[in-house]
């Protein structure tokens, strides 16, 4: 599974979001290879991408993508593995 963490604030959270989003991954028994960068590079190349994170207010960003097989997942609070989490397992990547 590929994995893209976006944020828009740069590369400095974005990395803490995928540091915690490895964690979750971990923290399941989910294997997945991560990359991350802001929410620009994010829309250019999430068709690559089994799953996106990003920040809630971002979503609407990959409309593009709706209807495809790329799961684009908002995130109330980014850092919250629990969160990551509960999403994957809403979006059927978990039981």
């Known amino acids: ?3 893209f963490v976006a944020c828009g604030n ?3 959270t974005s990395m803490l979001i995928k540091i915690k ?6 923290k399941v028994g989910l294997d ?3 990359d991350h960068g802001t929410v620009g590079e994010a829309t250019s190349s999430a068709g690559s991408y089994d ?3 990003c920040p809630m207010n971002f ?3 990959f409309k593009s993508f709706e209807g495809s097989s ?6 109330k609070n980014p850092l919250d593995q ?11 990547f978990i039981d």
């Open 1 to 3: 599974m590929k994995v």
């Open 10 to 12: 740069g590369m400095g």
């Open 21 to 26: 989003a490895q964690q979750a991954f971990k």
């Open 32 to 34: 997945a290879s991560f």
């Open 51 to 53: 799953i996106v994170f």
């Open 59 to 61: 979503v609407g960003h």
């Open 70 to 75: 790329v799961k684009i997942i908002g995130l």
């Open 82 to 92: 629990n969160e990551m989490i509960d999403k994957l397992r809403e979006n059927g």
